[in-house]
């Protein structure tokens, strides 16, 4: 008991770790309306306004103008600070010709007396933003969508990566890392500089994000559809941020139907009971057609309602709904991997309980072994593992419902798989690799509020030490774009209402999840089971 009541403060005690950037600090109203690149020179932010042909040296503390320079040239985007001196990049080759011509320029200032003390043609047809990581510069070329490490006194590339996605316009290094706002979706995202992977995903704080900047501590915004510039914070101190919300009931129904000729002689219905969680508020009480026969809690600590029936004739048909309303939330969890913890620090009770292996997982065989060497080779780090696991099944499998759900060793080498089968191969190399994994279960609405779903969805959750079970869902993140890679770890929608958390091999659910039925028969009797959610909007 004392042991378990320990687990429980420990658990507790991740809840309110690290955060989410972008809490706005403080915002002022920008110099004019047409806001491009943003930096900061150690002391004082500079601002490029497209409209005015200007760049302005603003005080951080009250937005203030404090001296006003005319921009090199006459289509500025970007702005970078080198130490030394402020770098602007044009995209109209320096000269104001037509929307249809593009040509990358970039010009190194005196900001003294707004002087050219260098300047060079780029390669990049159409520059967004610029940042200087201390030796070379980065640039967004929303031509190619790109993502460019470059000599900025020859133009030379050195590295590419694909941009986190279409859309891109600001750009700012934090000394570690990039950081990329994207106007098209509202967003901007922390980038490695070693691989471009979205480590961080947040939503801007308005609706056209335009350059960005650094100061040390802060991040800083542009944003050109409210003309504001924001500060914002770059670490906080929650866990995770919910945001839009939707709230409904939920008509979970279950039946099972006898076509004979014989008797079914036991039926049983079992169905998962949702619980309050971080994406999702219970309200009320949970209720069912019928009084079950039991509440059942299986060795995963997931409750289940069991209904029990006796001699079910021919033609006769058993019929359960179970009613919930709830209120769910867009969810976002922002990780930072230096400050998870290690393999080391992980509980042992949920070592024990979420490191077994079961038949779906075959974490012994070779396939399964292999795999984990290719994805994960002597990586130690917890956050490592995880992510590059979660990129090596997007490089091996597609998605495809093929029926039924089969191991992960056969998912991984057939190439593709369901949810569920992603979920197995993805939980199969994450225990194999000593990083407890489970599996949560869901009830979708299906793009209308209301809807009926009897397909489902099921992704996993991972543990990282000083964070917590962190949902990660393999098959969603399937993409193309290293942003919607990113959108799925770490994140859960509204459209989702989570009933079932599991391990796998419930005594109850089996593999399932949502609920299950099991039932005997006399010979030849013919059983349908049936199971579909309809949604009811609350509003």
Known sequence: ??????????????????????????????????????????KYLWLADRGTDSLYK???????????????????????????????????????????????????????NGNIL???????????????DGMYMWVIDASTNKLIKFNPFDGTSI????APAP???????????????????????????????????????????????????????VDSQSDTIYKMNKVDDDKFIRMKSRTAKLTFTQCVMNFGPGKANTVDIYFA???????????????????????LTDKWGQKVAHFHFDNVNAGEKKQVEMYVTAKMYDTRYFIYPDKVGNLNEIPKELKKMYLVDDEKYDMSNPIIQNALKEAVGNETNVYKIVKNIYYYLHDKLYYE????????????????????????????MCRAAGVPARYVGSVVERGEAASMDEVFHRWVEIYLPNYGWIPVDPSGG????????ARYFGFTGRRFLITTTGGGNSEYLDWNYNGNTHFTTEPQTFIVTEAYGDWEPIY
């Not at 590295?159 to 694909?162: A, L």
């Not at 399937?478 to 890679?485: G, N, R, S, T, Y």
Request: hydrophobic share 35%; charged share 20%.
């Open 167 to 221: 859309g891109c316009t600001g750009l700012t290094y934090d000394g570690e890392n990039l950081w990329v706002a994207n106007h098209y979706r509202n967003e901007f995202y922390q980038v490695s500089l070693k691989d471009g992977n979205v480590i961080i995903l947040s939503s801007s704080p308005n609706e056209y994000p335009r350059g960005m900047a650094y100061d040390g501590k802060y991040l800083w915004l």
């Open 273 to 295: 009971i949702p619980q309050s969680m971080d994406n999702q508020e219970i309200i009320g009480e949970i209720e069912f057609s019928i009084k079950p026969t039991d509440v």
């Open 118 to 132: 260098h300047s060079t043609s780029l390669p990049f047809s159409n520059p967004q933003d610029i940042a200087y």
């Open 159 to 162: 590295v590419e990566y694909t």
């Open 401 to 428: 419902r093929t029926g039924g759900w089969n191991t992960a060793p056969t998912v991984l080498e057939r190439g593709n798989g369901s949810c569920s089968e992603y979920t197995f191969v993805f939980i199969s």
């Open 478 to 485: 399937d993409e193309a774009l290293p942003a919607d890679k």
């Open 1 to 42: 008991m004392k042991k378990l009541v320990l687990f429980l403060m420990y658990v507790l005690s991740v809840i309110t770790l690290f955060a989410y950037p972008g809490e706005v600090i403080n915002k002022f109203k920008a110099p004019s309306k047409h806001s491009t690149g943003l930096t900061y020179d150690g």
């Open 58 to 112: 603003i005080d951080p503390t009250n937005g203030n103008i404090l001296k006003k320079l005319p921009a090199p040239a006459y289509w500025i985007t970007g702005l970078a600070w080198d130490g030394k001196y402020l770098w602007a990049v044009d995209e109209r080759g320096g000269i104001p010709q037509g929307d249809e011509f593009f040509s990358g320029h970039l010009y190194m200032i005196d900001t003294l």
